[in-house]
C-alpha cells in the first residue's frame, strides 16, 4: 500500500488510485477481435505459440530471489503452452505485472497477459481490462467505453467488483468545478447519490477497494467507530485495509485512567497545572501552569508531556506563548477517547490504499508488504 496524505474529505472525493503515476491503455477491440462491444469467450485456444511469447516475455531484472525468479520463468512457460494451466498462469502473470509486482514491468505487460487470459477463457480478466481502461495502463488514454464494455462483462462473474470499477470510472469522469448553470444542481445531486448507491452496493458486496473507501467517507463525515469497521472487514484480504484499521484503533484507544487522585507525585503536579491553567478556585496563571506541567512531565505523567507539546506547538510571533491557544487549550480533555489531541486529525492520518482495485485476487503471500519481488 502507499501512503496517503491530505484531508480524509478529499481522500473520500478523490477515488483510490487517482495517485501516482498511472500506466495506461487504450484498450484496442481488435486485439480481441471485438468492435462496439465484448464478443463472448471463444474455446479455449488449444496452445500459444511458446516462440512469441518467448520474444515478448518479460525479463527479470538482476532478480533478487532466484527462487521467485524461477516461479515467474515457470509461469511464462506455462502459459506459453495454452490450456487450462496456460491460461491460469497468464491471468497470474497478469494480476503481477498490473500491481507493480515484477521488476522493469513494461508499458502494455499487464494488459498483455490479461488479454491472453480472457481469450483462454479467464473471464476474471474482464476486471483488469475495464482497470487498464479507466487507469490508462499502458502509456496511451483512459477509454471510457472500453470500460462500459468490460464492466458489462465484469457483472456476470464478480457484480460488486463491477460496481466499485463503474463508481471510479464515474468519478474519473465527474467534471471540474465550473459555474452553474439551469439544473446542474439538481444532475448533480443525482449524480452523487448514483455514486454513492454504487459503492455502497460495492461495499455491501464484499469488496475491498469500496469498503477502503467507505472507511474513507465515514471519516470524513467524523465517523472514526464506523471507519474502523469498513477497514477491519476487508482487512483479512487487503493489507492497506488492515493497516488503516490498526492505526484508526490504536487513535481511538482511550488513555488509561489514572489510579487515583493521588496515585503519584505525576498526577499531584498535572492537576495543580490544570487548576492554574483553567483558573478552578484560584486565578488563571498560564506561566504557572506551565511550570506545574514539567513538573509532571518530569515525573512520567503522559498527559502533562502531550499537553506540554501542544502548548510549545504554536508559539506566538517570537517564541513566546500564546495566550489565545493557552486559553482555548485549557477546555481541552486531553484524556478523551476522540479526538485526541495528542494524535493527528483524521484528516490527516496516513492512510493507504492498495495499488490496484485487483490486489485482493492475488494469492496471500504475493500480498504482502513490501512485495517479495523487486
Do not use: K
Amino acid at each position: 500500500p502507499r501512503p496517503l496524505a491530505g484531508e480524509a474529505a478529499m481522500a473520500a472525493r478523490c477515488p483510490t488510485h487517482r495517485r501516482g503515476p498511472a500506466l495506461a491503455v487504450l484498450l484496442a477491440a481488435a486485439a480481441l477481435g471485438a468492435s462496439a462491444r465484448v464478443q463472448p469467450l471463444p474455446p479455449p485456444a488449444p496452445g500459444v505459440d511458446p516462440a512469441q511469447i518467448e520474444r515478448t516475455a518479460p525479463r527479470l531484472a538482476g532478480p533478487d530471489d532466484p527462487a521467485l525468479a524461477a516461479e515467474l520463468q515457470h509461469l511464462r512457460t506455462l502459459a506459453a503452452g495454452g490450456g487450462t494451466a496456460g491460461r491460469q498462469a497468464a491471468w497470474r502473470l497478469a494480476l503481477l505485472h498490473l500491481n507493480g509486482i515484477v521488476p522493469g514491468t513494461r508499458p502494455g505487460e499487464a494488459r498483455r497477459w490479461m488479454t491472453q487470459a480472457y481469450t483462454q477463457g479467464e473471464t476474471m480478466a474482464a476486471a483488469g481490462l475495464a482497470w487498464c481502461a479507466i487507469e490508462a495502463c499502458d502509456g496511451g488514454a483512459a477509454d471510457p467505453a472500453a470500460a462500459r464494455r468490460w464492466l458489462a462483462a465484469l457483472r456476470a462473474v464478480d457484480t460488486p467488483r463491477a460496481q466499485y470499477l463503474e463508481w471510479l470510472l464515474g468519478e474519473r469522469l465527474a467534471p471540474p468545478s465550473a459555474a452553474p448553470h439551469a439544473g446542474s444542481d439538481a444532475a448533480a445531486r443525482r449524480q452523487e447519490a448514483r455514486q454513492q448507491a454504487l459503492l455502497a452496493r460495492a461495499a455491501r458486496g464484499g469488496n475491498a477497494a469500496a469498503r477502503i473507501e467507505q472507511g474513507f467517507a465515514q471519516l470524513a463525515e467524523d465517523r472514526p467507530e464506523d471507519a474502523a469497521r469498513s477497514f477491519e472487514s476487508a482487512a483479512a484480504r487487503s493489507p492497506a485495509a488492515a493497516a488503516n484499521a490498526q492505526l484508526l484503533r490504536q487513535r481511538l484507544a482511550p488513555l488509561p485512567a489514572p489510579r487515583s487522585r493521588a496515585a503519584s507525585a505525576g498526577e499531584q503536579w498535572l492537576a495543580m497545572a490544570q487548576r492554574f491553567h483553567r483558573g478552578e478556585g484560584v486565578p488563571a496563571n498560564f506561566a504557572e501552569a506551565i511550570r506545574l506541567y514539567q513538573l509532571a512531565a518530569q515525573a512520567g505523567n503522559v498527559q502533562a508531556q502531550r499537553m506540554l507539546a501542544l502548548i510549545t506547538s504554536r508559539p506566538a510571533p517570537g517564541g513566546q506563548i500564546d495566550v489565545a491557544w493557552m486559553r482555548e487549550l485549557a477546555a481541552l480533555d486531553i484524556a478523551s477517547a476522540w479526538p485526541r489531541p495528542d494524535v493527528a486529525a483524521p484528516a490527516a492520518l496516513p492512510l493507504q490504499r492498495d495499488r490496484t482495485p485487483l490486489f485482493d485476487l492475488l494469492p496471500p503471500r504475493w500480498r504482502q508488504e513490501p512485495p517479495l519481488l523487486r
